[in-house]
């Protein structure tokens, strides 16, 4: 067979352009549909209910956003969301390689959670989501600085490449030297991964699985600019010819709906916002994997092809597709699955109505409606402005008496809600999402309730949502990891340099195979963390129990123990497990300890010894205590003699300062009393004395008998004599 020519490869792809783009503008309705719902927009017709309740409920929305935390929860808390495992001993450390770097492209230099959000939203709305993973060249410019630098070094910095920016002298130097600043531009290549709106995405019509790796054609229509084209390599593209590249879904209306969320208008063909600046023209260019026999050789091979609608701007053969899609409930034998908005669309507009015969019923209850009589002519006895006056305490003018009254409406909440309550619970059976995993159960708190069961509802609740994430492993995560790591050993690749772990490392992607055994770690979301971390707490014990025993060294390996604890770090939050525990990976295992008998007749003797030097110390103790006490007794024994001794000391001292004092006293009483004695003594002398003057004076009258009778004398005589009486 002759090889194909561009003209007929060209009318190849726009014959599989055209019948895809049928069905995705067909499906394209219904994504509408769910955006609209999802964003709560009016229904068709609500228009026309002037005056009636135009509320709409959003089921739709809380479903998508309770369900997509855990989803992200499930991705996000790992490091290695995706580990690529080794099929041969010489391919371990090349797969371990591998998953650090794909998890570092996808998570580090590309937003890999704005990415996952946007992809798991897309799909739990619009049926699909789309991610793309390409290798880009990005037009980096180097500066360095240089000082000291000989002309020659500046010459040799010009041949490799560099403009010398500026530069000055080295003054005072003996040969001429130069500052100078140098920068050039170069190219650094890089792996993208984003994920872009589904309607884009261009699939084979008839597809029958989400796995795209080997459908016949598969594209992506995207609007670029003359500066993307020309930074994507394409120099020879002109405005004119980018202009002229039309969408492929002129009518898509979910597109046109996005822009008029963001923007506030639709699109609008004749743009002419970019006629003056050329570089910023706008136009599609399509990205396509298509089988096709190209060579002629008779067996079709995938080819990638970049294209404007009617010229092909670059075709090289390639071993993937690019593109990823996913539905969180697939239907089988098609590519396009349900989203979670079509689930529970019904439900939403079936508590819209109920919702709003409820609030109207309210309505009516507190403002119903009016009668008026009128005449026969059909004339109002009462003036209609009045009525259509809505002013507090307004009056209402009336020709006659009762020409107005009221019509009474009921208002009986209690018949609507109990609908709603099943409502409810139709969109639980539906989305597995609960109000208990929402924290709005209130039985989930009941007394009567064991922790046992509320854990084990709340698994159940949560199995549809663990079905999405295993769907959303397998037919997206793994598909653009895989295709990660096909873009790193292409060769094309230079090695990559990034810190990991809390160290630098550097891994040439080139001496990897390119397929690998792949694991996605789904975790089992936030609300299952205690749990897990019991069972690795149980697994610990019982690998450390039988490290212990006779099999220890056959069944556990030092790299099981950092698995289990590197495990539980992770589900505790910590994202760095070489902060808290080493890998033993590539470490030497301990030598082998002596035979078990051995060892228990060492441990024995061991313990033998261990009493016997016990039991000396222990007598060494005592025998210290014992001397101790001794010392002690005896240092009290001399305090307490010496405590007696200065008592008897000072008792004695007292003794004999008061004898002293006695003595003194008694002294002091005598010489008091000789003193007293000496007195009287004088006074009985003195009386004495006068008495023998009295006598002889009496003596001398009797003598003359000459007896007066003096009674001057007589009293004298008797004073004196009471005076010196004893």
């Known amino acids: 067979m002759a090889k194909m020519t561009d003209d007929t490869l060209l009318k190849h792809l726009q014959a599989n352009e055209d019948d895809a783009a049928q069905y995705v503008e067909a499906v394209g309705y219904a994504r509408l549909a769910s955006m609209r719902e999802y964003y709560r927009e009016p229904y068709p017709g609500d228009e026309e209910l002037d005056g009636w309740s135009q509320i709409v409920t959003s089921e739709v929305q809380d479903t998508v956003e309770w369900i997509l935390p855990e989803l992200l929860d499930v991705f996000t808390t790992s490091d290695e969301a995706v580990v690529f495992e080794p099929t041969t001993q010489e391919d371990v450390q090349g797969a371990q390689q591998a998953t650090d770097t794909c998890n570092y492209i996808f998570y580090k230099q590309n937003n890999g959670f704005l990415t996952l959000y946007t992809a798991f939203k897309d799909a739990l709305i619009a049926q699909n989501c789309a991610v793309m993973w390409r290798t880009c060249t990005d037009q980096v410019r180097e500066v360095q600085k240089v000082n000291g630098a000989p002309i020659e070094v500046l010459a040799m910095l010009e041949a490799e490449g560099y403009e010398i920016e500026a530069a000055s002298p080295v003054m005072g130097a003996l040969v001429p030297l130069f500052n100078a600043s140098v920068a050039r531009t170069v190219e650094k290549k890089k792996i993208r991964v984003e994920a872009f709106p589904p309607e884009q995405m261009i699939i084979k019509k008839g597809w029958t699985s989400p796995l795209l790796a080997d459908c016949p054609y598969v594209a992506r229509v995207m609007e670029v600019t003359l500066s993307d084209l020309r930074q994507m390599g394409f120099k020879d593209v002109t405005a004119a010819e980018l202009r002229a590249s039309e969408d492929a879904l002129p009518d898509s209306l979910e597109e046109d709906y996005r822009i008029q969320r963001t923007e506030g208008k639709f699109t609008e063909d004749g743009d002419s916002v970019d006629t003056e600046d050329e570089s910023l023209a706008?136009?599609?260019?399509?990205?396509?994997?298509?089988?096709?026999?190209?060579?002629?050789?008779?067996?079709?091979?995938?080819?990638?092809?970049?294209?404007?609608?009617?010229?092909?701007?670059?075709?090289?053969?390639?071993?993937?597709?690019?593109?990823?899609?996913?539905?969180?409930?697939?239907?089988?034998?098609?590519?396009?699955?349900?989203?979670?908005?079509?689930?529970?669309?019904?439900?939403?507009?079936?508590?819209?109505?109920?919702?709003?015969?409820?609030?109207?019923?309210?309505?009516?209850a507190v403002n119903p409606r009016k009668t008026v009589l009128t005449d026969a002519n059909g004339n109002p006895y009462v003036d209609v402005d009045d009525l259509l006056d809505f002013r507090v305490g307004g009056i209402v003018r009336q020709t006659r008496e009762n020409a107005l009254s009221v019509e009474p409406t009921p208002f009986?909440?209690?018949?609507?809600?109990?609908?709603?309550?099943?409502?409810?619970?139709?969109?639980e059976k539906r989305t597995g999402v609960s109000k208990q995993q929402q924290g709005l159960d209130v039985n989930a708190l009941r007394p009567d309730?064991?922790?046992?069961?509320?854990?084990?509802?709340?698994?159940?609740?949560?199995?549809?949502?663990?079905?999405?994430?295993?769907?959303?492993?397998?037919?997206?995560?793994?598909?653009?990891?895989?295709?990660?790591?096909?873009?790193?050993?292409?060769?094309?690749?230079?090695?990559?340099?990034?810190r990991l772990r809390g160290q630098f490392v550097q891994y040439d992607p080139n001496e990897w195979r390119d397929q690998y055994d792949m694991t996605v770690n789904v975790g089992l979301g936030t609300g299952d963390k205690q749990?897990?971390?019991?069972?690795?707490?149980?697994?610990?014990?019982?690998?450390?129990?039988?490290?212990?025993?006779?099999?220890?060294?056959?069944?556990?390996?030092?790299?099981?123990?950092?698995?289990?604890?590197?495990?539980?770090?992770?589900?505790?939050?910590?994202?760095?497990?070489?902060?808290?525990?080493?890998?033993?990976?590539?470490?030497?295992?301990?030598?082998?300890?002596?035979?078990?008998?051995?060892?228990?007749?060492?441990?024995?003797?061991?313990?033998?010894?261990?009493?016997?030097?016990m039991e000396l110390q222990f007598q060494?103790?005592?025998?210290?205590?014992?001397?101790?006490?001794?010392?002690?007794?005896?240092?009290?024994?001399?305090?307490?003699?010496?405590?007696?001794?200065?008592?008897?000391?000072?008792?004695?001292?007292?003794?004999?300062?008061?004898?002293?004092?006695?003595?003194?006293?008694?002294?002091?009483?005598?010489?008091?009393?000789?003193?007293?004695?000496?007195?009287?003594?004088?006074?009985?002398?003195?009386?004495?004395?006068?008495?023998?003057?009295?006598?002889?004076?009496?003596?001398?009258?009797?003598?003359?008998?000459?007896?007066?009778?003096?009674?001057?004398?007589?009293?004298?005589?008797?004073?004196?004599?009471?005076?010196?009486?004893?």
Request: proline content about 4%.
């Open 282 to 364: 706008t136009g599609w260019l399509r990205i396509e994997f298509v089988l096709v026999d190209y060579d002629g050789d008779g067996i079709a091979e995938r080819r990638l092809i970049y294209r404007l609608h009617d010229k092909i701007l670059e075709n090289e053969e390639t071993d993937q597709v690019q593109i990823a899609t996913t539905s969180p409930i697939i239907n089988t034998h098609r590519w396009d699955g349900m989203s979670i908005a079509e689930c529970v669309s019904d439900i939403q507009r079936l508590k819209t109505d109920l919702t709003r015969a409820m609030v109207n019923g309210a309505n009516l």
């Open 620 to 726: 060494a103790q005592a025998a210290e205590m014992d001397r101790r006490q001794q010392a002690e007794l005896e240092l009290i024994r001399q305090r307490a003699q010496q405590q007696t001794d200065a008592n008897r000391q000072a008792m004695e001292a007292e003794l004999h300062r008061m004898k002293l004092a006695q003595e003194a006293e008694v002294q002091a009483l005598r010489a008091q009393y000789d003193d007293a004695r000496h007195v009287r003594e004088m006074a009985y002398k003195r009386w004495e004395a006068e008495l023998d003057a009295s006598v002889k004076i009496e003596s001398a009258n009797i003598s003359s008998k000459a007896k007066v009778a003096n009674e001057a004398t007589a009293a004298a005589t008797a004073e004196i004599g009471r005076e010196v009486r004893p």
């Open 449 to 498: 309730r064991t922790a046992a069961e509320v854990m084990m509802t709340a698994n159940a609740a949560k199995q549809r949502v663990k079905l999405i994430a295993r769907i959303f492993a397998e037919t997206l995560v793994k598909p653009v990891f895989m295709g990660i790591l096909k873009l790193l050993t292409q060769g094309e690749m230079e090695p990559l340099a990034f």
């Open 412 to 427: 009986n909440p209690g018949q609507v809600l109990p609908v709603l309550a099943y409502v409810d619970d139709m969109a």
């Open 531 to 613: 749990q897990q971390i019991g069972v690795f707490t149980n697994l610990l014990q019982t690998q450390m129990g039988l490290a212990q025993s006779p099999f220890g060294q056959l069944m556990i390996q030092p790299q099981h123990i950092y698995n289990t604890v590197a495990k539980m770090v992770e589900l505790g939050g910590q994202k760095n497990v070489n902060d808290f525990i080493a890998n033993p990976q590539g470490q030497p295992l301990p030598q082998p300890g002596p035979p078990p008998q051995l060892m228990l007749e060492q441990a024995k003797m061991q313990q033998q010894g261990q009493i016997k030097q």
